[in-house]
T-cell receptor
Framework: AQKVTQAQTEISVVEKEDVTLDCVYE???????LFWYKQPPSGELVFLIR??????QNEISGRYSWNFQKSTSSFNFTITASQVVDSAVYFC?????????????FGAGTTVTVRA | NAGVTQTPKFQVLKTGQSMTLQCAQD?????MSWYRQDPGMGLRLIHY???????DQGEVPNGYNVSRSTTEDFPLRLLSAAPSQTSVYFC?????????????FGPGTRLTVL
């Protein structure tokens, strides 16, 4: 079963529009971690944020913000006033404390295209 | 400090050929892992290691071998390449032996098997 679902395959916006990427996860652990990674066209994976399951405070970093809601098992990501450089594939990932392999369970990714 | 390095960046193999994807990190991280990235599927764990001399299988280990003789290096071997192994391969490392620590990814190796 998919542990992390990113229902939006592709999103296209015009520069300066806001864009929200949805992430829904599934776990039986009470302690877990959620991540967002960015993969620009160059292909590398860039770490954006880590959140543990006990910290439900929303976070803002520049034009990026994250909304963590345990009640709906969601960890959504918003880019405010998008720019062309935000064009990338964005992955949400889950790490579970009971996982012996410490793996990141990735969603399928959402491709964001920002048009000038 | 180079972080996580991978070689080669690109590789084309014929079915049945063998090769080794190299991964090295200079951060003295105990945990290292290999993922493959396929369209529409995100990244999936192939093998991982929690320290030198210790390796274990991830969720898609078939067709791949690993070894960890040093803390720095974690090579991934394809013994007999198959077209289904066409993918982008990422190596990652982390300092923590547990969930939650940031994993640092290498730049990836794009492998095509004909």
């Amino acid at each position: 079963a998919q542990k992390v679902t990113q229902a939006q395959t592709e999103i296209s916006v015009v520069e300066k529009e806001d864009v929200t990427l949805d992430c829904v996860y599934e776990t039986r652990d009470t302690t877990y971690y959620l991540f967002w990674y960015k993969q620009p066209p160059s292909g590398e994976l860039v770490f954006l944020i880590r959140r543990n399951s006990f910290d439900e405070q929303n976070e803002i970093s520049g034009r990026y913000s994250w909304n963590f809601q345990k009640s709906t098992s969601s960890f959504n990501f918003t880019i405010t006033a998008s720019q062309v450089v935000d064009s990338a594939v964005y992955f949400c990932a889950l790490s579970e404390i009971t996982s012996n392999d410490y793996k990141l369970s990735f969603g399928a990714g959402t491709t964001v295209t920002v048009r000038a | 400090n180079a972080g996580v390095t991978q070689t080669p960046k690109f590789q084309v193999l014929k079915t049945g050929q063998s090769m080794t994807l190299q991964c090295a990190q200079d951060m003295n991280h105990e945990y290292m892992s290999w993922y493959r990235q396929d369209p529409g599927m995100g990244l999936r764990l192939i093998h991982y290691s929690v320290g030198a001399g210790i390796t274990d299988q991830g969720e898609v280990p078939n067709g791949y071998n690993v070894s960890r003789s040093t803390t720095e290096d974690f090579p991934l071997r394809l013994l007999s390449a198959a077209p289904s192994q066409t993918s982008v391969y990422f190596c990652a490392s982390s300092s923590a032996q547990g969930a939650g620590d940031e994993q640092f990814f290498g730049p990836g190796t794009r492998l095509t098997v004909l």
